[in-house]
């Protein structure tokens, strides 16, 4: 089976950076996702990663690492937007998606 | 433009009743999937479709059923609601592989009493 763990809630600062981490077990990987969703609203994709390393986007950047099992999000210059639920999700070799149960990052001024 | 829609946005509906959930999209993609969104448990999939005819059980598919007869729409339809099924119910389309992001509806938030 498939198990994804990212934590619940955190916290940081209007112009820090900060990183929301995501290990997984699966047994078959094909890649992973990134959706942020605001409250109330649908999610929106981010990234999408299934080769290691880190991939840039703007303020946001997704890390992958197939052999640890491991994936983070970081995100640079934090903006009061930026405050939402941030849903790691394993795509895996049975063809489906598997989402975590997501960290709410708050951003303080 | 291209987009994903739900119907109805809110639904109350009593225990043992029939609802049906309408999910519609215009992006001509051929997946589409169902996931119900609660508290501590992120989303999880309840059916999903890889084109006209094809349907799929999910993780959560017990009490619940699809049909796709068309590429545009896949309802989900709750044979007997139940208290458990209270949930917010999102749908979501992608084009042709499961590595191509997913678009999501705005989501149906179903109480049922």
């Known amino acids: 089976g498939q198990n994804i763990d990212q934590p619940t809630e955190m916290t940081a600062t209007e112009g820090a950076i900060v990183q929301i981490n995501c290990t997984y077990q699966?047994?078959?990987?094909?890649?992973l996702f990134w959706y942020q969703q605001h409250a109330g609203e649908a999610p929106t994709f981010l990234s999408y990663n299934v080769l290691d390393g880190l991939e840039e986007k703007g303020r946001f950047s997704s890390f992958l690492s197939r052999s640890k099992g491991y994936s983070y999000l970081l995100l640079k210059e934090l903006q009061m937007k930026d405050s939402a639920s941030y849903l790691c999700a394993l795509y895996s070799s049975a063809s489906k998606i598997i989402f975590g149960s997501g960290t709410r990052l708050s951003i303080r001024p | 433009d291209a987009e994903i829609t739900q119907s109805p946005r809110h639904k109350i509906t009593e225990t043992g009743r029939q609802v049906t959930l309408a999910c519609h999209q215009t992006w001509n993609h051929n997946n589409m999937f169902w996931y119900r969104q609660d508290l501590g448990h992120g989303l999880r999939l309840i059916h999903y479709s890889y084109g006209v005819q094809d349907t799929n059980k999910g993780e959560v598919s017990d009490g619940y059923s699809v049909s796709r007869s068309n590429t545009e729409d896949l309802p989900l339809t709750l044979e007997s609601a139940a208290s458990s099924q209270t949930s917010v119910y999102f749908c979501?389309?992608?084009?042709?592989?499961?590595?191509?992001?997913?678009?999501f509806g705005p989501g149906t938030r179903l109480t049922v009493t």
């Open positions: 699966t047994s078959g990987f094909n890649g």
């Open positions: 979501a389309s992608s084009e042709a592989t499961g590595s191509d992001e997913q678009y």
